[in-house]
DNA sequence: CCAAAAGTGTTGCTTGTACACCCATGT
DNA sequence: ACATGGGTGTACAAGCAACACTTTTGG
């Protein structure tokens, strides 16, 4: 089927890399590999897989995410494509990073384990192979970006939660404290959010009341991410 | 030298697509080559090539833009990926988009239509090949987001402007009108540009001072442009 | 009743926006 | 002198940040 016009160009291996951001204990952590093997054996490693024939890039982030975390209807966005020649010394492969977000909670973390993974602190981060550590920066500020234009969160949290942990996370993604006041209302002024008539007595005598997302919020930020699946 | 374990993967065709703009006559211009074979004659096509062997991606899209336009030392951003298996009916070819900017003038311009290209205004463009519509939305998005967060314009604009021509140009980016006495305040109150003592005395009677970006200000914002060249 | 966390109000400051106004000068 | 576009001033509104204040309730 290929044309032969394209014979005499060079071909590559293609691969995709994942970085893994769930939130827990009020700050982000990433899902890494321990690598056992030379090269930069002891060194961590993001999950990845390579692309295959007729798959898009993004079908393979998700392929690489399912078969390792068993998780599927994940958050993912395409990053940024790597392809210093001899970034990775056993071949010369052209790595695609996505990032994804997911929410963490023990099955998961059981699945993950027996994988050999583990969600490490971002604050924390071990020595990681490659260039990877830099595809965790761009994730980041990628990460950053998206939150500052958006509200995020349904991806990271509970479906419900109080203003004080999406407060927390957003300090977590931004690594500062926001005025607990000011907080409240610029997101409660976004109207993406609806009160339970439950509360939260956990943290404080008085309660916190529980929030979810609106059906009508969730829709519009869903649409993009299922376009990702399928039209790439 | 390819490790063993890598050989059970396919390998892919890689391209680099470049959105190159140019500004001219108070609006954004793509340039494009028309395709003049099947399947897809008579649509016109964003500058592209394929990626070799033993070069960064970056690399390649620099080589692109060298080979067809003879520009150096161009303004380079990685945009997106697209990878749908069958976007380029000749074979699977997974391409990477970048966009360019660049000074349009008279040299460029013959040494560009020598090759067959031709400056499309942003606002007519023809009916383009596979999937290279969708890279140039992507890449608008993409120089909106710069110009917003960043005053854009030395990549675009002859070395010494006029605010007007300055604000004529994001309103061509931005798709709308910036009001003349507020964009000029924002603008040097950023204070990235100097004042020469030379007036443009073709668009009025009083005639509007020429400015420049400070060295400083080139310093910082080509720094990273170097950095994309030689360190993916 | 009081400590402590949840939630509300108030105020001042910065920024954006609309638009009126002044300025310089070639004809 | 006046029309024309360049450039400045002003006044109002919106948004943000700091922080004081009120509310609730288990101990």
């Given at each position: ?15 995709v890399?994942?970085?893994i ?17 030379a ?73 993950v384990?027996e ?23 761009k ?52 109207d ?10 956990s ?27 399928n039209?790439?």
């Amino acid at each position: 089927m290929t044309n032969l016009v394209y014979r005499n160009y060079t071909k590559h291996y293609l691969s995709v890399d994942c970085v893994i951001l769930g939130y827990e204990e009020e700050e982000l952590k990433l899902l890494l590999y321990p690598r056992g093997f030379a090269p930069e054996e002891g060194k961590w490693s993001l999950l990845g897989g390579f692309v295959n024939e007729n798959e898009t890039i993004d079908n393979a982030a998700l392929r690489v995410l399912y078969n390792t975390t068993g998780l599927e209807e994940i958050y993912l966005e395409q990053v940024h494509s790597f392809s210093e020649p001899d970034r990775d010394p056993g071949a010369r492969v052209v790595s695609i990073a996505y990032y994804a977000l997911v929410k963490i909670n023990q099955q998961d973390i059981d699945l993950v384990r027996e994988h050999g993974a583990h969600w490490w602190p971002l604050s924390k981060l071990p020595d990681l192979i490659f260039d990877h550590r830099r595809m965790v920066d761009k994730s980041i500020e990628r990460l950053q970006q998206k939150a500052s234009s958006q509200l995020i969160g349904s991806e990271l949290l509970p479906e419900t939660f109080t203003l004080i942990q999406l407060r927390n996370l957003y300090n977590a993604i931004f690594l500062r404290t926001f005025d607990p006041g000011n907080f409240r209302r610029k997101i409660l002024s976004l109207d993406v959010l609806e009160r339970l008539d439950i509360k939260d007595m956990s943290g404080s005598k008085k309660g916190a009341f529980y929030y979810r997302f609106t059906q009508k919020s969730l829709d519009m930020k869903f649409k993009p991410i299922f376009n990702l699946i399928n039209q790439d």
